[in-house]
């Protein structure tokens, strides 16, 4: 046997596991993860960092990963442990087994407190700019864990089929049925971990409802499209134009403007390939939300403005806004269409708005995102 020969079959055996999974087949799927670990951690033992620092380092991941994918968590954390323990590692391999543990540590932590959590997690990091390793502004990382929370549910309603919900809390069957929860991670930039707890009662809610294991995925979905195709490729998987809407203006407040920080990266814990967000992201985004929303009557009268101040109040009822512009009082009206989950959390933060002003001076709504 060769490096190179079990590598190829970790691979395929890791190919089959992937289709049992999506079969749903879960025991299926875990056990062929298994014989994958087993194959790429033999296949390992054929390298060494001085060698082959690269293909080291690689094997070494894919390895500990397999494990946990087959929830061998014990294995995983064993061979991570050996792993970090020999000289010469390269650095990505080094940051990325240590990613595991904690992951492996967090999972561990919640099989023994009594609470059941949807297998994997999603690991969250911000970086550059105010970041410092370890920690970031407190008002930064609130407004980040509120709007993935909003994510999270918005993602369930759309999923159940319930019409976009513009005021309010979700309901309480979704709240509790996909409640997310958050665990620390490795320090290196700022970075923590969202997990999914699972249904208290299985058999609380007699309505058809998604399983919070497809919440989770189609979440990641959501937000894979969204940065990399908001246009055509989030519509394929968010066909509701409303829906569209505010999954887009929820991820672009997500994302960095650079002023605080430079990036966001969001990754499936058993994955390592990373949705990253940026100031560029955020520019595509809004690009696209302007591009696809309904087109006023052009008129000489009408000019647009951008306004740049603290958002004070908002009144989706009666439909306006209230901004702080240089000591000045403006009232923006025509805001009825946006979901207070998407402007809620901006209210006594710096804001751009983009409106019309008439001849008369007053101000309508087209569109508003967090000015870090």
């Known amino acids: 046997m060769t490096w190179a020969t079990l590598h190829k079959s970790s691979e395929e055996l890791a190919s089959a596991a992937h289709e049992a999974r999506r079969r749903g087949d879960t025991r299926q799927a875990e056990a062929l993860f298994g014989q994958a670990a087993d194959a790429e951690e033999q296949a390992l033992g054929f390298l060494s960092p001085q060698d082959k620092p690269r293909t080291f ?3 070494a991941v894919s390895a500990v990963a397999l494990w946990y994918k087959a929830r061998e968590l014990g294995r995983a954390a064993q061979l991570a442990h050996s792993v970090l323990a020999v000289p010469g590692i390269p650095t990505f391999a080094l940051e990325q087994l240590r990613g595991l543990l904690q992951t492996l540590w967090n999972e561990q932590a919640q099989e023994s407190s009594g609470v059941s959590f949807v297998p994997g997690q999603i690991l969250v990091s911000v970086k550059g700019g105010e970041i410092v390793t370890g920690g970031a502004p407190l008002d930064l990382v609130v407004d980040k864990v509120q709007t993935i929370q909003a994510l999270f549910y918005r993602t369930a309603e759309f999923l159940k089929n319930i019409p976009l919900r513009r005021k309010g809390p979700p309901s309480r069957d979704i709240q509790e049925l996909y409640r997310p929860w958050l665990f620390q991670s490795v320090p290196g930039s700022y970075q923590f971990a969202v997990a999914i707890q ?5 058999d609380l809610f007699h309505e058809p409802k998604p399983d919070p ?8 979905s959501i937000l894979q499209s969204a940065v990399e195709d908001p246009g055509e490729g989030l519509a394929h998987v968010v066909p509701d134009k409303d829906y569209k809407a505010t ?5 672009r407040n997500l994302a960095p403007s650079g002023r605080v920080f ?9 994955d390592a390939h990373p949705i990253l967000l940026s100031p560029d992201s955020r520019k595509v985004i809004t690009n696209t ?13 009408l000019v647009s403005v951008s ?24 009232r923006v009206t025509g805001v009825g269409e946006t979901v207070d989950d998407v ?15 008439d001849a008369r001076g007053q101000h309508r709504f087209r569109d508003v995102e967090l000015e870090e």
């Open 289 to 301: 939300l302007r591009s696809e929303a309904p087109r006023e009557t052009e008129s000489e009268a």
């Open 262 to 270: 430079s990036e966001m990266e969001l990754r499936a814990s058993d």
């Open 307 to 330: 306004l740049n101040g603290i958002l004070r109040a908002v009144h989706l009822d009666d439909d306006w806004l209230q901004l702080s512009v240089d000591g000045q009082t403006i």
């Open 247 to 251: 999954f887009l203006k929820l991820t």
């Open 343 to 357: 402007i809620g959390p901006m209210v006594n933060h710096q804001v751009m708005v983009q409106a019309v002003r």
């Open 198 to 202: 699972s249904p208290k009662q299985a």
């Open 213 to 220: 294991g497809l919440v989770a995925a189609t979440f990641f």
């Open 57 to 59: 380092g690689i094997t």
